[in-house]
Nanobody, 121 residues
Framework: QVQLVESGGGLVQAGGSLRLSCAASKSIGRINVMGWYRQAPGKQRELVASISSGGTTNYADPAKGRFTISGDNAKNTVYLQMNSLKPEDTAVYSC???????????????WGQGTQVTVSS
């Protein structure tokens, strides 16, 4: 059973930075896309940023210019560097890794357990 282990969350003042890390407990195989999602209290989970196996990145509007996603396919790890944090960035952040489908099954989808990010004003 593959597990995604996240680290790097915590409490930070507005304007500060955090770096989130996510690593798979064992090899996933070929990775299609890796991403970070967040869910604030009372809100739906939303995509923050994603990165394809080829390195193409995609950012939600709130993350553009402040957050940077990076990944290492060989190590099955994904990072999220968050700068200029705002109180509205407060949420539980979860990583997500999607593999490729095979002839026998659809694409495997893995989720981390989530890490709390709290930004104080």
């Amino acid at each position: 059973q593959v597990q995604l282990v996240e680290s790097g969350g915590g409490l930070v003042q507005a304007g500060g930075s955090l770096r989130l890390s996510c690593a798979a407990s064992k090899s996933i195989g070929r990775i299609n896309v890796m991403g970070w999602y967040r869910q604030a209290p009372g809100k739906q989970r939303e995509l923050v940023a994603s990165i394809s196996s080829g390195g193409t990145t995609n950012y939600a509007d709130p993350a553009k210019g402040r957050f940077t996603i990076s990944g290492d396919n060989a190590k099955n790890t994904v990072y999220l560097q968050m700068n200029s944090l705002k109180p509205e960035d407060t949420a539980v952040y979860s990583c997500n890794i999607v593999g490729y489908p095979t002839a026998l099954r659809g694409p495997p989808v893995y989720w981390g357990q989530g890490t709390q990010v709290t930004v104080s004003s």
